[in-house]
């Protein structure tokens, strides 16, 4: 492993692999942003060390992507399996999937009530508080009843205790106090996201809406107004709305029968788990949502928690009632405040420890009017924060910013940034199935901008044209495309120029010349066009190429150090893509983009040279990506080959022995300066 474990981490690491080896499992309950995951690595790789393979099971894509991330970087070869992921490896030393995933292949490779422990002789079952019922963990433990378990979980309810110990093992729990002393600072609040997927009757209504508002007609705007409430709100606040004399009531009715959509919003079996997960760890929960018939809902589900809400808008109840409400939500018995968006300022209620975002907001501002007096720290509590997100819609892409302004103030994000996901779980999704399903009605890999954006925007005027062109960019910044340069076509440009008779050829790569396929198919595109991608030492000037936003300067400069060190060992995309996406531990939002230069180079044709000048821009990318940066290194270092192929000795070929020169100072301590 390349971390040290912390004293509390190696004191939970020798507990649970003595009581594992006595009777057969262990759960390790540390709090949210210990580092449980390192716990996990460490227990992995003592087996790993025999020879044994791993089952690594996690809730949610999100933490199958983080988590088989951080197997990576310690060391230890990890595959990553969930429904996103189109190449499933299972052959790996660690292997980290979902639940439902690694469902799925165990009933198919072992038929019902099989045994899986000699293919995963030791499975690691992480937020193990699942682990009960029907529920898909429960199910695959069943298949690995023989293997070595280890269990982890910030939260174990008592009512599922005895559950969980059947399936996994004896149950350790350390609380905040054993831990003072041994490398950990208690922090006052700890946010975690919890996702809650669309049923498939909502997956196809937000399409639709997606493709009306993706038009740019006049009814786009009330296509925005339903993605955002179909997705953050739920299906009874958009069939609320569908009922209402209104304009948006007509294009709700006009635009896809609504008969088929479920009338108990998607979130609702998540908000259960929720409170169910922290049972025993909270005195009085918030739950945050925007509209009054959501309110109504949730408190009717909720009776037994005796529910409080606090509403306003037109209609609202009058001051005197809401001083009433107020009152009412402060006595020790009412566990559960229901507030909508319009009457959830001014909450002064120190006791609630526990807060939901069903309703999620964008803006930071309105983050803090609505955590109100829950900001506030507590003397011997934590307080929790938890966010409902609907993945693959535009609910997902509001939640970022928020969870930086929250890191601001001093809350602990740190298990959801502690290992930056690369899994894109916005509305960039939508975006790149889109491109998917074009390219393959082509019958071709990569699909340009142009025929994109022609397909998408039709023939309805400007207004579509640069709507689907901004969608496409986002969906580049945000991780779901890979734009890249086709090596084939920039050859023949440059052919065109040598049969013209030009003496110089000179060759701008951007916008216009990009092609584009999801970052899922990355590896497939890779192999279908193995002259567009080279796993080869890319050619660019990390000091004057290469533009990072959004990371401190000295973050930056330490990269570009970084990456001229690769350059001089000849290291693969691969590498450099790790370097980057290191940047965005501490910086999550940290931007990169650079560009490839090659200039002077001469071509010898019939006798003659032509001076060739090849230009071409990369990004802006997210730093974390790093699966979406490694591919676009690859397709410069396949333009770099395209020039060593066609140019004989040049100052342009000498470009990169330039850069190796003068990382010499670099790395010396020298101040950045151009090669």
Known sequence: MRSKLRPYQREALEWALRVAEARGGAVVSLPTGTGKTLVAVA??????????????????????????????????????????????????????????????????????????????PVVIVDECHHTVGRDPFAQVMRYLEQSVKLGLSALVPKSRAWEIERYIGPIRKWDFSELEGKGYEKPYMIAEVYEAPFRREEEELYERLYEVWLSGSPDSHFAALALTTLSRDGSDALLDSAARPTAFANFLQAIAPLAPIPPEPHKLPVLESVLADYEGNFEKAIVFVNRRCTADLLAERFKELNPVKIVGGRGAADPEARRSALEEARRPEAK??????????????????????????????????RLGRGLRPAPDKIKYTVFIVTPGTRDYDALPESLVALAREGIDVSGIFDEVSSQVLGEG????????????SLGARGVSGEVIISALAGARGL???????????????????????????????????????????????????????????????????????????????????????????????????????????????????????????????????????????LIPVDGREVRLTLAADYGPFMAKNAKQIEFALKNTAALWNLVLSLASGSEGLGHCDRLLRARAGILAGGRPSSP
């Not at 060390?49 to 999100?62: H, I, N, Y």
């Not at 002064?348 to 999620?360: A, Q, R, T």
Request: some cysteine; charged content about 30%; proline content about 5%.
């Open 336 to 369: 559960l405040i229901i507030a909508t968006s319009a009457g959830d300022e001014g909450i002064d209620i120190p006791e609630v420890d526990l807060l939901i975002f069903w309703s999620h907001v964008s803006s930071p501002l309105r983050l803090y009017q």
């Open 43 to 120: 227990f992995a790789e003592r087996y790993a060390q025999r020879g044994a393979r791993v089952l690594v099971l996690e809730p949610t894509r999100f933490l199958v992507e983080q988590t088989a991330r951080k197997f990576r970087y310690e060391g230890l070869d990890a595959s990553m399996v969930h429904s996103g992921v189109r190449e499933r490896d299972w052959g790996k030393r660690v292997v980290v999937a979902t639940p439902e995933s690694a469902l799925s292949y165990l009933q198919q490779r072992y038929g019902e009530g099989g045994d899986a422990s000699s293919e995963f």
């Open 463 to 601: 207004r579509a044209y640069r709507r689907v062109a901004r969608e496409l960019d986002e969906s580049v910044r945000v991780g779901a495309l890979l734009p890249y340069y086709d090596v084939s076509e920039v050859y023949a440009e440059l052919q065109s120029w040598v049969e013209a008779g030009a003496p110089e050829a000179y060759v701008r790569l951007g916008a216009g010349h990009r092609r584009f396929i999801p970052v899922e198919e990355a590896e497939e595109g890779a192999r279908a066009s193995p002259e567009s991608f080279a796993d080869a030492t890319p050619c660019f000037d990390p000091l004057n190429d290469l533009k990072v936003k959004g990371a401190s300067e000295g973050a930056a400069h330490r990269l570009r150090v970084e990456l001229l060190r690769l350059l001089a060992s000849s290291a693969k995309p691969r590498d450099f893509a790790e370097a980057i996406r290191l940047l965005a531990l501490e910086n999550p939002a940290a931007m990169v983009k650079w560009r490839f230069r090659v200039e002077a180079a």
């Open 429 to 440: 999704l939508l975006m790149a199935r889109k491109v998917k399903e074009l390219a393959e």
